[in-house]
């Protein structure tokens, strides 16, 4: 069975410092691997997929992830936080032929001016 | 171009009263369909899935059902609403597991 792990419920860094926001999944087959992002009362946005080629994975708002297989981990890293980037971030696997998501438990990011 | 609607945005309801919420997506055909409940402060734990008319998969033993009356409509119901049911819904879609779920923009359910 599929599952996510992020370390850290809240993680809180200073405005212009990096951002790193883990994820560790277990999956038994290759897995396609998501970081959403949650502003208050809205919907999850995407900000990056892995599905298949390159490790490394760009996404919006200066967001990327690696893939790293042999650590089964999806970290999320910005260079350089923005007080636009406060929210609250989820990491979710997929597999073929399941038909699910199933999303980690989340990180609150809170940038300090 | 895809959209999710999902309706009412806020809702608050007597315990004991009955709940529907509904969803509807644009612009694809037979979409996965899912519901999420997210509690305060909590990660999202799936409620149901549906991958075609008619087609429900319950996640979660609740108090809650769900069902796919067309293609594009995906309804959350319940007969008698609990304290406990309070929360925020979200409606999402894919096409596939190797494609992203794209959400609606949530229902805040409190029931009082």
């Known amino acids: 069975a599929q599952s996510v792990t992020q370390l850290g419920s809240h993680v809180s860094v200073s405005e212009g410092a990096l951002v790193l926001l883990r994820c560790n999944y277990s999956?038994?087959?290759?897995?396609?691997l998501f970081w959403y992002v949650q502003y208050p009362n809205q919907g999850l946005q995407l900000l990056l997929k892995?599905?298949?080629?390159?490790?490394l994975v760009k996404g919006i708002n200066g967001f990327e992830a690696e893939f790293k297989k042999s650590e089964t981990s999806f970290h999320l890293t910005k260079p350089s936080a923005h007080m636009s980037d406060a929210a609250e971030y989820f990491c979710?696997?997929?597999?073929?032929?399941?038909?699910?998501?199933?999303f980690g438990p989340g990180t609150r990011l809170s940038v300090l001016p | 171009s895809q959209t999710i609607h999902q309706w009412p945005a806020t809702l608050v309801q007597p315990v004991g009263s009955p709940l529907s919420l509904e969803c509807t997506v644009e612009?694809?055909?037979?979409?996965?369909l899912y519901w999420y409940r997210q509690a305060a402060g909590r990660g999202l734990q799936l409620l149901f899935y549906?991958?075609?008319?008619?087609?429900i998969s319950s996640e979660v033993p609740q108090n809650l059902s769900a069902s796919r009356p067309q293609d594009r409509q995906f309804i959350l119901s319940s007969k008698k609403l609990l304290l406990s049911d309070s929360g925020f819904y979200l409606c999402?879609?894919?096409?596939?597991?190797?494609?992203?779920?794209?959400f609606g923009q949530g229902t805040r359910l409190t029931v009082v």
């Open positions: 999402a879609w894919s096409d596939s597991p190797a494609t992203e779920a794209f």
């Open positions: 999956s038994s087959v290759p897995p396609y």
């Open positions: 892995y599905t298949t080629g390159a490790t």
């Open positions: 979710a696997v997929s597999e073929d032929y399941g038909q699910n998501f199933v």
């Open positions: 612009g694809t055909s037979n979409p996965n």
């Open positions: 549906s991958v075609g008319i008619g087609q």
